[in-house]
């Protein structure tokens, strides 16, 4: 997003760059000032996710919004960002809904999960490690599904956590 504001001349109000006019001394600089950081305050919104858009709805300044969102995606971490991906990979298209509102569903899904940053090679491992026993082994599934989601940055879960819990499967 941030590039495609730069390449719309717009980075220059998301990152705080273009000073407001002063409308007493330019009024009509000030005027535009005003409609173009408006613009892109709804190019935020209409790129963003229902949750984000709510969350954006107070806002009016595109560079108090863009750094909201910043931090507001900084503090999701993996955790959110691995089940986002898992959700994702379960999204199948299907013949009796609309083929476009799965595809909006992918381009969301995408959106929020790059948007948190470029998943960590052990982030990636412990997806697909999910991925590759939701058939055969739910339950096991199901208990590290459980437990990624109870997991923080101070006492995370990952592949190693899996290996072990496989372990313990395969002796059951």
């Known amino acids: 997003m941030q590039n495609y504001l730069l390449l719309k001349h717009g980075g220059g ?6 000073a407001h006019p002063d409308p007493s001394l330019d009024p009509s600089s000030a005027g535009h000032w005003d409609l173009n950081n408006l613009c892109i305050v709804a190019a935020l919104r209409t790129c963003s996710s229902s949750d984000e858009n709510e969350f ?10 863009w750094d909201a969102l ?17 959700q994702a ?8 809904e609309r083929l476009s509102t799965t595809s909006t569903l992918l381009n969301d899904l ?23 026993m939701a058939e055969d082994l739910p339950h096991v599934h199901n208990h590290i ?3 990624l989601a109870t997991s923080t940055s101070n006492n ?13 499967e395969q002796q059951l």
């Open 89 to 96: 990979l379960t999204v199948k298209y299907l013949c009796s």
């Open 156 to 168: 995370p879960y990952g592949p190693s956590n899996i290996r072990s819990r496989l372990d313990v």
């Open 13 to 18: 109000y998301i990152l705080g760059l273009v």
């Open 110 to 132: 995408v959106w929020r999960i790059y948007a948190i940053g470029i998943p960590k090679e052990e982030d990636f491992l412990t997806i697909m490690m999910l991925n590759a």
């Open 70 to 86: 910043k931090s507001r995606h900084e503090k999701v971490g993996p955790i959110a960002q691995i089940l986002l991906i898992q």
């Open 145 to 147: 599904a459980d437990a």
């Open 56 to 65: 954006l709805r107070g806002y009016t300044n595109a560079h108090l919004a």
